[in-house]
């Protein structure tokens, strides 16, 4: 249906802002940020993982977050 196709598109272009974002983040900061949100690791397990303390990694999440949406605001796109 037409509004299947346009929710679609929609979703294509949120993946590709959000992988824009993410190419310009330092691997450090990405890699947390997938491993967190994509792979929906805890911060204690990732804090384990990469030998960070958990308010560390809990600090550059919220960093992150706060970016993409300043990103997002800057595309066009309110969530």
Do not use: M
Not at 11 to 24: D, H, S, V
């Amino acid at each position: 249906s037409p509004d299947d196709t346009a929710c679609r598109l929609e979703e294509q272009e949120l993946l590709r802002i959000l992988n824009a974002f993410l190419e310009k983040l330092p691997a450090q900061k990405r890699i947390l940020f997938v491993r967190r949100y994509w792979f929906g690791e805890t911060s204690a397990e990732i804090a384990k993982k990469y030998g960070y303390s958990e308010t560390k990694v809990r600090s550059v999440l919220f960093r992150t977050r706060k970016k993409l949406q300043k990103f997002l605001n800057g595309k066009g796109v309110h969530l």
